[in-house]
């Protein structure tokens, strides 16, 4: 089949990467598909790429999607990455194109989902005993969208607490995080309308963050929350603070966002402690993801 690959205009880059795209069109014009490769720069994960390619349903199996991922892995290796991440529910097309393509699995994550319209009464129980337990040398506090100045700084080094997240054999390298990368996140998040809430543990002896949890709900309120990541630095771990600060999450949503159906987020299969707390506070497993890897 004719087929014609353009590379467009790359956007803007932001404080960790900039992403490249390619758009594959038949003789006469016509959209087949497309492929994104978000190349990360920042110190620590300046070896990756990540990749998503897709193709309309009715033009599979007709080279294009092959087509697309060699633009892709073309571009990658001249920027000198050493490797290029994607992912795909498990069992669909998206999965077996990549393992027929050269990636290897290296991660299995399990989707799970709170229902929050009709939240039976055991589940809201347990939520709200969570959030009522004492956790004494601690205090939960919150915010909407850009963090607070005066925690900007503790905050941004409290993202620390994700560099031993089990990612199992991902190439994924450990994320830098700082003030500047904390605030273009949560604007990126603003920016395509969505609604950040962030719940932190704060350690009382000196009023630096402990641990937080994010949760990112779609701009009009309504749908399925998503759960963006949950962690506790090291040096407080043990205390429960996962599960109290998921359980804060829970709560405000149900308060500031009522007319919200659910909440999901997805856990690597082996981070059974993340596992235990959503099992704990009444999520249920949806469906299986995978992700792959190319090593270049």
């Avoid at 959030?131 to 850009?146: A, I, K």
Wanted: proline fraction near 5%.
């Amino acid at each position: 089949m004719p087929l014609r690959v353009t590379a467009l205009a790359d956007p803007a880059p932001t404080p960790s990467g900039h992403r490249l795209t390619w758009l594959a069109e038949d003789r006469d014009g016509n959209p087949l598909g497309s492929a994104y490769l978000r190349v990360f720069t920042k110190e620590g994960q300046d070896h990756l790429a990540e990749l998503r390619v897709n193709v309309h349903p009715a033009e599979r199996r007709r080279g294009v999607g092959s087509r697309l991922l060699e633009e892709a892995v073309t571009a990658a290796r001249e920027r000198g990455r050493r490797s290029v991440i994607a992912s795909a529910d498990a069992g669909t097309p998206g999965d077996h194109f990549l393992a027929a393509n050269g990636f290897r699995k290296v991660l299995t994550l399990t989707y799970a989902r709170l229902k929050l319209d009709g939240l039976d009464s055991g589940a809201l129980r347990e939520i709200e005993a969570a959030v009522e337990r004492p956790h004494p040398g601690y205090r939960l506090t919150s915010w909407r969208g850009t963090v607070p100045g005066d925690l900007a700084g503790t905050f941004a080094r409290s993202r620390r607490a994700m560099d031993d997240m089990p990612m199992d054999d991902t190439d994924y390298g450990v994320a830098t995080w700082d003030v500047e990368r904390v605030l273009a996140a949560a604007q990126a998040v603003a920016d395509r309308g969505d609604l950040l809430t962030t719940v932190a543990v704060v350690d009382e002896s000196d009023g630096s963050i402990a641990g937080f949890s994010e949760l990112v709900v779609p701009g009009d309120g309504t749908g399925d929350g998503q759960h963006y990541g949950t962690g506790v630095l090291p040096e407080h771990r043990g205390h429960g603070l996962g599960r109290w600060m998921k359980a804060e999450s829970i709560r405000l949503a149900r308060r500031d966002r009522p007319e919200l159906a659910g909440l999901v987020t997805d856990t690597a299969d082996s981070n059974t402690h993340m596992r235990r707390i959503n099992d704990a506070l009444g999520y249920v497993p949806t469906h299986k993801a995978l992700e792959y890897q190319l090593d270049l």
